[in-house]
């Protein structure tokens, strides 16, 4: 056995799964204003980047060709009205994007929950949006709450509607996928509807199908100002418990008509990812999610003797690219990461 591992050329000739660029999606918080490039704290060389700012890091992206945008409102209400505005901060990005870099595939997140003042995934039940169930009963919201017992009560079919002005608005701008991660009943087909109504049958859904209500997003939930105000998202996201559930909605999904589907997070998810790509002949996508970010960098950053560079020296960014492999190992086509220059990079020197 030894024989095909003897030196780096024979190993190349062999190895069975090849990471490339091409595997790869670059994230972007994109903000208002000009000229604003500020860290997020949990995520070490994460930033928040105004579009001017985004364009000028896209100069140097090595090859990559998808970014998926997240947008940062300056402010929220009830239903997240600003995630749908035709002059919002993910929409003029998209223009700005596609007038400059023609030939960067640009996918956008389509939920509410960094534009809703609750933050929840969805329209709350209540008209004024601060119902919540308090051991099955329904509660009045008089102060702040933040025990996890008090669970809002979702309106999946009003959610859709605005997951729907969401997703035209973006496709409007110019997006060439767009990301349903709301984990609403249905949110598939009834965009997929909208988008084919209104002549945009050439925009592709990149479904989050198998998202889980993971403890791996607090760092996110930062960098978009997304955090529950009470409750958590157990009642829609899934189950960290279940794996035949995940084929199940991932099954719901392509046949509403999704073109990719995800599984989130990835790193401790590996079995999911695995048995999809097994089940399934459509591109399945992996988002190697903000914890398992941050987990690792604090790591390597602990372990760099250059630390002001916040960034993983040379010696070890073998670890990051074994990260990224076995992602592709257990079955990813495509990995969404906030390591994707570094990667891209260091893939590219090694060529």
Not at 118 to 129: P, Q, T, V, Y
Not at 138 to 152: D, E, T
Not at 272 to 294: C, D, H, L, T, W
Request: some cysteine.
């Amino acid at each position: 056995m030894r024989r095909l591992r003897k030196n780096q050329l024979t190993r190349n000739l062999v190895a069975e799964t090849d990471l490339s660029v091409g595997n790869l999606i670059l994230p972007y918080f994109v903000v208002e204003g000009r000229n604003v490039k500020k860290e997020i704290k949990s995520m070490p060389s994460v930033y928040h980047l105004s579009i001017d700012n985004v364009l000028k890091d896209l100069e140097e992206a090595y090859g990559i060709k998808a970014v998926l945008l997240f947008g940062v409102a300056n402010t929220k209400d009830a239903i997240g009205s600003q995630a749908y505005n035709k002059n919002g901060t993910v929409q003029k990005a998209i223009k700005a994007i596609k007038k400059k870099y023609k030939d960067l595939i640009i996918m956008t997140d389509v939920c509410l929950c960094g534009y809703t003042s609750h933050g929840h995934c969805g329209i709350l039940k209540s008209a004024n949006g601060l119902s919540f169930m308090v051991d099955g009963k329904k509660k009045k919201r008089s102060h702040k709450l933040s025990a996890i017992n008090y669970q809002p009560e979702i309106n999946n079919d009003k959610t859709l509607k605005v997951l729907c002005k969401i997703a035209l608005s973006h496709a409007e701008a110019g997006a060439d996928f767009v990301a349903p991660s709301a984990m609403m009943d249905r949110q598939v087909k009834v965009i997929r509807e909208t988008l084919d109504n209104n002549g945009f049958k050439d925009v592709g859904i990149l479904a989050y199908s198998a998202k889980y209500a993971s403890n791996f997003y607090e760092p996110f939930r930062e960098a978009l100002d997304s955090a529950p105000q009470f409750g958590d998202r157990k009642s829609y996201q899934m189950d960290y418990r279940n794996s035949d559930e995940a084929l199940r909605e991932i099954k719901q999904d392509i046949d509403e008509g999704a073109d990719i589907v995800m599984v989130k997070p990835a790193l401790a998810y590996l079995d999911i990812i695995y048995r999809a790509k097994q089940k399934f002949n459509i591109p399945i996508a992996a988002y190697n999610v903000s914890g398992e970010y941050a987990m690792i960098s604090q790591w390597l950053m602990g372990n760099n003797k250059d630390k002001k560079n916040h960034k993983p020296s040379a010696i070890n960014h073998q670890l990051v690219l074994e990260v990224l492999t076995s992602i592709k190992r257990a079955g990813a086509d495509l990995i969404i990461t906030y390591w994707a220059k570094e990667a891209a990079k260091w893939l590219k020197d090694s060529r």
